[in-house]
């Protein structure tokens, strides 16, 4: 008994560290992206200067902390201690704190960057970033990847090769050049991971090379790379709050402005429909005042979904990056039997949003083709994510990425 207890104990420090953490209620708006508007990618080279921001709807300025952790390639815990991979703290309070301006909803605006004068990253790999409040409690978490180019990734994507997906399913695959790396056996030494949208949830790992050439290796597969295609995000865009814009079909003043979207109507037969769309993510903005991060206000957002029957032992979600594609209580859709409609509202602050809706079975399958399909033809972008670790090595590096924006083929 005495020898068990620790193994149990460690087991299940182990699982809380890797875990994914939801945030609570009031934490809102978490971002974590490179500088720039339109760059949404978790995925960048070593160096390359992040922002994360959230906001707390509380109001109340908190000490709120991050921590840097280094991961394995399997988001397991890195063997590395802290000063192996940082230069300065791996932990620190965040400074950069806003109160609301103007708005209907109170809110405090955290943000930090890294690198910084106090933390910085010397290692490519896989990285957890965690928040902290002053109890020491992880509030929630985001990854992100850090690059070397070492390697070189050749990318490319096509309609799926399996018959019975033709048209649903799309087929990555790729070539790894690495002319400097000596591999003794790429099996065990090199790892990759292939995501679509920058969505670790569906990313496809444990894929070895199908071919191997003098400092080259070939991932040719029909099947083991299949992604489902989905379809083009749904969206909308409410910088203007007080007034019906675009996808909101009326606006009703309470507590906060509730913004009513069109309904979507779900039907038997599934169409692809055009649209261009930033693959689920979510931009900040308002017309009405000067600076988003804090001027910005929260509306309450109404969603609908028209269906001809109520789907039999699944549930129904509101799904996109504004929560980090996540099925929780608050974006879980309820049925209204009256008006044969899936109904779901929450709060979303100002900006122009991406999202869909997705099943999940009672097994735990999440499934857009219920309700939006599958398409081959959808525009989605993959990345490709290439780990070595030397046999002996004590941490995987990220020696290359490539990735490809699939436009479709019409």
Known sequence: MKKTLPFILLLFLFKVTTAQKNEPDYIKSIQLKPLGDRNFSIVVPLGTPLELSFDDLEGDQKNYYYKVELMNHDWTPSSLIANQYLEGFQSNVIFNVENS???????????????????????????????????????FTRRFTLYESVAVVGVSVSRSRNTKTLDQQQTVNFIVNHPTIRLNNPNQEIHVAVLQNQNWKTAITNVEPQFYKPSQLIYRYTRQTNFWGGNQYLFFDNKIIRNSSVNVARVVRK????????????????????????????????????????EADYAMMHFALEVEDQFENKDVYVYGAFNNFKLTDENKMYYDTGTKTYLANFPLKQGFYNYTFVTRSGNGDISQADILGNFSKTENEYTVIVYYRPLGGLFDRVIGVGSISYQGER
């Open 101 to 139: 301006f103007n708005t209907f909803q109170n809110y405090t605006h955290y943000s930090v960057k890294l690198p910084n004068q106090n933390t910085r990253i010397t290692k490519s790999g896989n990285y957890l970033l965690s928040v902290l409040d002053q109890y020491d409690e992880v509030i």
């Open 255 to 294: 507590d906060l402005y509730h913004n009513y979207l069109y309904p979507y109507k779900n039907k038997e037969v599934k169409n692809y429909t055009y649209n261009p769309d930033i693959n689920g993510q979510f931009i900040i903005r308002t017309l009405e005042g000067d600076n988003p991060k804090t």
